[in-house]
């Protein structure tokens, strides 16, 4: 069993810049493809960036050249960065851990197997 529980979200103006974490506790983190996932009202869950055991990252093309995913294994905490937000960005933001090949990832910021543990979600809101 993994616990993941993200915080760091906000209310920020276009072009600022939300730094999100992801705490996990209840198995051993460094084992796990992580990724972030945001999902904005009326619209589907999508991967946003992702990052395998071996710290291999992938991004969604949106997202690359302003976001930074990344991981302290002694703290079990992983990092999303994000510059230059847009309105757009508006959403609900979730990291979930996946078990299965955890060293892969996919392009377009998933890793390649499927979630199994899950966040509760931060809410990021980019007012223009």
């Known amino acids: 069993q993994v616990q993941l529980v993200e915080s760091g979200g906000g209310s920020v103006q276009a072009g600022g810049s939300l730094r999100l974490s992801c705490a996990a506790s209840g198995s051993t983190y460094n084992l796990y493809c992580m990724g972030w996932f945001r999902q904005a009202p009326g619209k589907e869950r999508e991967g946003v960036a992702a990052?395998?055991?071996?710290?291999?990252?992938t991004y969604a093309e949106s997202q690359k050249g302003r976001f930074t995913i990344s991981k302290d294994n002694a703290k079990n905490t992983m990092y999303l960065q994000m510059n230059s937000l847009k309105p757009d960005d508006t959403a609900m933001y979730y990291c979930?851990?996946?078990?299965?090949?955890?060293?892969?990832?996919?392009?377009?910021?998933?890793?390649?197997?499927?979630?199994?543990?899950w966040g509760q979600g931060t809410q990021v809101t980019v007012s223009s």
């Open positions: 979930a851990a996946v078990p299965t090949y955890p060293t892969y990832v996919l392009d377009g910021g998933r890793c390649f197997g499927s979630p199994r543990y």
């Open positions: 990052i395998g055991s071996a710290g291999t990252t």
